[in-house]
């Protein structure tokens, strides 16, 4: 993970270099020194919030030294994973409770059916086409977003439709793509559950993430 890539590169950065006392910057390997330092700082402030520095630069100077250290690399590696998975878990409970009240006011709007799974769906745009089957495999506009607007997949952006089987993607979409005709365009509402659920998917649908697609079905491919 990216979090465990940073605190590994804390240890190989520093291994074999003694700590200097002197904080003046004389030489170029002064300033790149500092420099990293500033950096590895940053990230360690916005990967794992505030920590005990006296430990951080203790755990540093231990291992660099080749001095005996407080943990074992297996204990530290454990510690990190610990942390991260700990995050993970409340960074999806936030984002599910998230979804869950954007569920709740976009179920009061008009035009807004909710099946019993929980899809929202609403239409945009009619059409008397046929309508695709859990067999078929079809082809579609569409642009997906978080709850918050931020765009994370568009085939209108890429100028290509996407093409796939009907019950080859997220449940969500395989219920959805069921509903529509051909040439319609439908809005739908997908929760996590029925989505990426508790793995996310990618860099940009975290755990637990609440799903909007516009979709515009196409064509079903015969």
Do not use: C
């Amino acid at each position: 993970m990216k979090k465990s890539l940073i605190a590994s590169a804390v240890i190989l950065m520093f291994s074999g270099n003694a700590f200097s006392a002197d904080p003046s910057l004389v030489t170029d390997q002064d300033k790149l020194s500092y420099g990293l330092g500033m950096m590895i700082g940053e990230r360690v402030l916005k990967n794992y919030g505030e920590l005990n520095y006296d430990q951080l630069i203790d755990g540093m100077r231990a291992q660099s030294e080749g001095a005996t250290t407080k943990l074992s690399l297996e204990e530290a590696a454990a510690a990190l994973q610990a942390f991260e998975q700990k995050a993970a878990e409340e960074k999806a409970s936030e984002a599910k409770e998230a979804g869950v009240a954007f569920l709740a006011e976009n179920a009061k709007r008009d035009g807004v059916t909710v099946t019993e799974s929980g899809l929202h769906w609403e239409v945009m745009q009619e059409a008397d086409g046929e309508k695709p089957t859990a067999d078929d495999t079809v082809s579609v506009h569409y642009v997906g977003t978080l709850i918050d607007g931020s765009e994370f997949d568009s085939s209108i952006a890429r100028g290509q439709p996407a093409s796939f089987p009907v019950k080859g993607v997220i449940p969500g979409w395989t219920e959805g793509l069921q509903l529509m005709n051909v040439g319609s365009k439908y809005r739908f509402v997908i929760p996590s559950d029925l989505a990426y659920g508790q793995r996310g998917a990618g860099q940009s649908i975290g755990p637990g993430e609440t799903l909007v697609f516009e979709v515009e079905l196409l064509e079903i491919k015969k």
